[in-house]
């Protein structure tokens, strides 16, 4: 069975220009989630969907972030305008669905540096 | 609200030592689920166990086993005759009960083993 799929793995910006990140979760899975992991720290969830609603975004930076799923399967997270303390990998995860307890799968990360 | 602490942030040890990773955790519920989570240098995070807040039996999985101490609030992880493919960051999360299936990460022990 495939995993979580994320791209791309790496992406290198400036300050202030824009980029997006994509995920495909594991089929039939109905709970996607964007972690943002900085180095050093362990994740800390920016969003959460059930099928193609918002769950929970309260940590999500609404001034620059957004991530829709407008189909319920795949996932986009984009930041605009980027700053620097967005340089950070983004972990995209999913599970089949958002009872406690149901483990959580990850995808391999989409790397970001803002220079 | 939960927090999760890995107070050791770098262990090395030498193949074929054993290890001890240690977490402890705080929560109000009564109910709640705790993971281990390994992230090696590809950036994967990859699901190894999850344990209920009810069911405090030990478990051995290999060379992997989890000790759950509800009284201590911890749920170490030892390797045994540990393996340089061991070498990576390893994770402790927590996710309480009606909390939607969110999970709060500790900071992370990196692990090296050395031949």
């Known amino acids: 069975e495939a995993g979580v799929a994320q791209s791309p793995r790496y992406k290198i910006i400036e300050k202030r220009q824009s980029v997006a990140f994509w995920c495909n979760p594991i089929?039939?899975?109905?709970?996607l989630y964007w972690y943002q992991q900085i180095l050093g720290q362990g994740p800390k969830l920016l969003i959460q969907?059930?099928?193609?609603?918002?769950?929970?975004d309260s940590q999500l930076p609404k001034d620059r972030f957004s991530a829709e799923r407008l189909k319920g399967v795949d996932s986009t997270l984009k930041i605009q305008p980027a700053k620097l303390e967005d340089s950070a990998v983004y972990l995209c995860?999913?599970?089949?669905?958002?009872?406690?307890?149901?483990?959580?799968?990850f995808g391999e990360g989409s790397w970001l540096t803002v220079v | 609200a939960q927090k999760v602490t890995q107070a050791q942030t770098e262990i090395s040890v030498v193949e074929k030592e054993d290890v001890t990773l240690d977490c402890v955790y705080e929560?109000?519920?009564?109910?709640?689920?705790l993971f281990w989570y390994k992230q090696p240098p590809s950036g994967e995070l990859v699901f190894l166990i999850r344990?209920?807040?009810?069911?405090?039996q030990n478990e051995i999985s290999g060379r992997y086993s989890w000790n759950f101490q509800k009284s201590t609030s911890s749920f170490n992880f030892t390797i045994t005759a540990s393996q340089v493919v061991d070498s990576a960051v390893y994770f402790c999360?927590?996710?309480?009960f009606g909390g939607g299936n969110k999970l709060t990460f500790g900071t992370g022990t990196q692990l090296k083993v050395e031949l």
């Open positions: 995860a999913s599970s089949a669905t958002y009872t406690s307890g149901n483990t959580i799968y």
């Open positions: 089929s039939g899975h109905a709970t």
């Open positions: 969907f059930q099928n193609n609603g918002v769950v929970d």
């Open positions: 929560t109000r519920d009564t109910t709640y689920y």
């Open positions: 344990r209920n807040s009810f069911d405090e």
């Open positions: 999360a927590l996710s309480e």
